[in-house]
């Protein structure tokens, strides 16, 4: 009894010792978040869809914050209050290079979410013709101020103004996309819009490749000036940080196959997801069979989560109608940007291979592991929603009226490159089997006569007059003309290539079918550069750039109508940029301006 009454004040005091010292750790835990970085935003501001007085300013941050709002005009005493919203399949996984991973799975053994949260306000009251300095600020959960740099902004230029449009594709994070966009800064200076045909980052879901990937080569960063890409050449190592560009000037992409993310999931890696979709109908069916056992009360989702979805695209980005195919007017142009990609597979027949024209002889039996294919992710065959669009949208008076008239998108109707074979169609699909009724192969075919691009596309661009056609998806570049006078242009040969399949070098393609294993599927004749093309090892010039040391860009300017192409060799990173094609598209009587300098500076967008 006297132990008991001893012990309980001992226990007591104990007690009381354990509180005091947890004590700071509980207030530690119920006040707000400590921030153990410095304030800053995830990305600087950057410019979507201008119209006659506005434009949207978007920015991210990893914090929801409040009172995110854009500071502007004159001493920024307007301001424009952002609306927010969290991205909702940004993460990372063990292939991905951030923060303090730099080998696989050091951080991060699976799919895991990222908070990112996206920032737009619509800066409203602009003079057209006029730029305007602007300014963001976000407020961090613990009230402390976070603000951007001061940038410019402009509306939609009005018509007959001259501008200069960045006309580029497939950044990729590839090697030599910040030093190619570090070069257009200093050769072109602050462009008035880019127009990207598709394939922004690898893997569309992986946020670091968007924003903060520790090689430095983001694709904000490089857009932005902010990139940190250390590219090495003959042992001489060079620093790029891109260029300064879109926080001055509207982007413009195209949906490409990077664009899209097969079947979700949060346990195999975002590597594999992005690889692995499946045709929409493929799932429909598979939905059908397994509707009573499925969860899902909302069968759209169901089906995006089990074949492809671009969601993470189409929350990052500000396009006018239809994200995935849209038409905006931008002064003297009218620009169409079609979504006419497929899923790349690999030509490889090993047995092992899931590719363009083969299963896996290991899958035979299991058809929810098939690839189907090349299969397409937005058909553009006559009758189609986007065909019957496209055509709407080409007998519009704001397509007819335009002085350039200009299409945008991802798979090339033209090329020297790998990537357009075989024919752009749906893959005809066909099944092996043994006298047991055992599937023994899993074939696919792409008749050529079925190719939508050059069946029902092309046929509608010749009719509206089409001047120029934008594409990439091979990296390289190459350009072509046909009989009705449609520039066709490949400026993707920003990063690294794939190859270029003229003479003697043969593209990957089935025996005993008829794809062409070089030149241009579709019958055109490369046209060779007009100014100082690259000399081959035969000692002729080249109709080509195929190129993993030479990074090339493209600009056009609408006071000529001409579009230049550039090269910068990576190899030599003191030597200066040189012009190596020039072609006009439109005849400059055609743009209701004269070329005098007394005029074109006056109709020029002014900055501050």
Not at 272 to 278: A, C, G
Request: no cysteine; hydrophobic share 35%; proline share 8%.
């Amino acid at each position: 009894m006297v132990n008991r009454l001893t012990s309980r004040p001992l226990l007591i005091a104990g007690l009381l010792v354990v509180f005091i010292a947890l004590a700071p750790i509980v207030v530690l835990f119920a006040q707000p978040p400590t921030y153990l970085t410095p304030a800053q935003l995830l990305t600087d501001p950057f410019l979507q869809l201008p119209t006659d007085t506005s434009v949207r300013v978007v920015w991210f941050t990893e914090f929801a914050g409040t009172r995110h709002s854009v500071a502007y005009g004159k001493g920024l005493r307007r301001v424009a209050i952002a609306n927010t919203t969290k991205l909702s399949r940004t993460r990372e996984d063990q292939k991905s290079r951030v923060g303090e991973q730099t080998e696989d799975a050091q951080v991060y053994q699976k799919p895991t979410l990222r908070d990112i949260w996206r920032h737009e306000a619509e800066v409203t009251g602009l003079t057209p013709g006029k730029r305007a300095p602007y300014q963001v600020t976000s407020v961090r959960n613990d009230g402390q101020l976070v603000k951007s740099n001061p940038f410019t902004l402009a509306a939609a230029p009005p018509p007959h103004t001259p501008l200069k449009i960045l006309l580029t594709s497939d950044h990729q994070l590839m090697p030599m996309t910040a030093a190619n966009l570090q070069k257009v800064a200093e050769t072109v200076g602050r462009v008035d819009a880019i127009f990207l045909a598709g394939d922004l980052v690898n893997i569309p879901d992986r946020a670091s490749e968007w924003f903060d990937d520790n090689r430095g080569g983001a694709f904000f960063p490089a857009l932005q000036g902010q990139a940190n890409y250390q590219l090495e050449k003959n042992n001489i190592t060079t620093r790029y940080t891109g260029g300064e560009l879109i926080q001055h000037a509207p982007l413009f992409p195209a949906t490409g196959n990077h664009e899209v993310m097969g079947r979700f999931s949060m346990d195999r890696g975002l590597n594999d997801q992005f690889n692995d979709p499946i045709p929409r109908q493929v799932a429909a069916d598979i939905y059908q069979q397994k509707s009573a056992q499925s969860n899902s009360n909302n069968p759209l989702i169901w089906l995006k989560e089990h074949s492809f979805n671009t969601d993470t695209y189409n929350e990052i980005f500000t396009l006018p109608g239809n994200e995935n195919y849209y038409a905006i007017t931008f002064g003297d142009i009218r620009l169409i940007s079609l979504y006419i990609t497929n899923i790349w597979r690999t030509p490889s027949l090993k047995p092992n291979t899931k590719g363009r024209y083969r299963e896996r002889e290991a899958d035979l039996n299991n058809p929810t592991a098939w690839g189907y294919g090349q299969h397409i992710f937005e058909l553009i065959k006559s009758g189609s929603p986007q065909y019957n669009w496209l055509k709407a949208e080409l007998n519009s008076p704001e397509f007819q009226q335009a002085n350039y008239k200009i299409v945008m998108f991802h798979h090339p109707p033209h090329s020297l490159g790998d990537n357009i074979v075989p024919p752009y169609t749906d893959p005809v699909q066909i099944i092996e089997r043994d006298r047991n009724g055992t599937i023994t192969a899993v074939r696919y075919d792409y008749p050529p006569q079925a190719d939508y691009i050059r069946r029902d596309v092309i046929p509608l661009l010749e009719n509206a007059g089409v001047q120029l056609v934008l594409y990439g998806h091979s990296h390289l570049w190459n350009r072509f003309v046909n009989a009705q006078g449609i520039h066709f242009l490949e400026s993707s040969n920003v990063g690294n290539t794939y190859g270029a399949y003229l003479g003697e070098k043969q593209r990957q393609v089935p025996e005993g079918k008829d794809y062409a294993a070089t030149g241009d599927p579709n019958g055109l004749e490369p046209i060779l550069p007009t100014i100082a093309p690259l000399i081959g090892e035969d000692n002729q010039p080249l109709p080509y750039i195929s190129s993993n040391d030479i990074t090339v860009f493209s600009i056009l300017d609408t006071s000529t109508g001409i579009v230049s192409s550039y090269r910068f060799d990576t190899r030599k990173p003191d030597s200066d940029i040189i012009k190596f094609d020039e072609f006009q598209i439109a005849p400059v009587r055609s743009q209701g301006f004269s070329l005098t300098k007394s005029i074109i500076p006056s109709l020029s967008l002014k900055y501050p």
